[in-house]
């Protein structure tokens, strides 16, 4: 697992996890708050032989993913609903959200950080976010027929 820490001048206040729900186990890391699957939303990078065995993290995939039809607003809907769900919660709760895709490789290791940089952003940088990549150093999958 990577992981990547947006700190703030306050504690962390929400944690973004990415998920592959291929991968025996991932659903058991979904956790309260809320969920987003990628999978017929955006387009596959893996698809790309260029990008296949590339994350996320990578400025390339990650423009490429950003750069899908639909994706900034799936971004910018997302982070609306967390900024609204951290203001529902109990002040020194966390709120979570988890972005899933095929692998957990590409799309949402890619959308978790912007949504991540967004909420932070949002926040004045004051609250911290961590980010975690839960499946991003796993092989790469094969494709499904």
């Known amino acids: 697992m990577q992981t990547t820490s947006l700190p703030g001048t306050d504690r962390v206040a929400a944690v973004i996890a990415s998920i592959g729900v291929r991968h025996l186990g991932a659903h058991d890391l979904v956790a309260d708050g809320l969920y987003l699957d990628l999978r ?23 423009a490429h993913v950003l750069a899908t039809p639909g994706a900034r607003e799936v971004i910018e809907r997302t982070t609306v609903q967390l900024l609204a769900l951290a203001d529902e919660v109990p002040v020194g709760q966390v709120v979570r959200l988890t972005v899933a895709c095929q692998g957990g490789r590409h799309r949402s290791v890619a959308v978790a950080e912007e949504v991540a940089r967004r909420l932070w952003a949002a926040w004045g940088r004051e609250r911290g976010v961590d980010v975690e990549h839960h499946h991003i150093d796993h092989p790469v999958l094969p494709a499904q027929v």
């Not at 893996?46 to 990578?58: E, H, Q, S």
Request: no cysteine; hydrophobic share 25%.
């Open 40 to 62: 017929h939303a955006l387009r596959n990078p893996a698809d790309d032989p260029g990008m296949r065995y590339r994350t996320g993290l990578d400025p390339d995939v990650r």
